[in-house]
């Protein structure tokens, strides 16, 4: 499967944007998608993660009650609504399929250009 990232852009704090993972193949009802996240300077981190029939969601703590992941298995399409927004949330996002939901970047099969958010204060 192939995944491509868009959406990001400059926003204020408090602001909100929504970044779309668009993927190629037949298989894509077949993964979990999880969204992840490297700012300059740190190691890739976890954001959100769905599992394959959209049903189950996961955050992590600095995300929850922000970020809402959702997925639209007729258009193969993930979604990330990102809400008030902070000036660390700024990184490059990326978006990853693999067989099962993991927060660890390397438990992730396929991988997507990432598309980069920056948040002003």
């Known amino acids: 499967v192939q995944l491509q990232a868009y959406g990001g852009g400059l926003v204020q704090a408090g602001g909100s944007l929504r970044l779309s993972c668009a993927a190629s193949g037949r298989t894509f009802s077949s993964y979990t998608i999880g969204w992840f996240r490297q700012a300059p300077g740190k190691e890739r981190e976890f954001v959100a993660a769905i599992n394959r029939g959209g049903g189950i969601t996961y955050y992590a703590d600095s995300v929850k009650g922000r970020f809402t992941i959702s997925r639209d298995n007729a258009k193969n399409t993930v979604y990330l609504q990102m809400n008030s927004l902070k000036p660390e949330d700024t990184a490059v996002y990326y978006c990853?399929?693999?067989?099962?939901?993991?927060?660890?970047?390397?438990?992730?099969?396929?991988w997507g250009k990432g598309t980069l958010v920056t948040v002003s204060s």
């Open positions: 990853a399929a693999g067989l099962r939901v993991s927060a660890d970047p390397g438990g992730m099969d396929y």
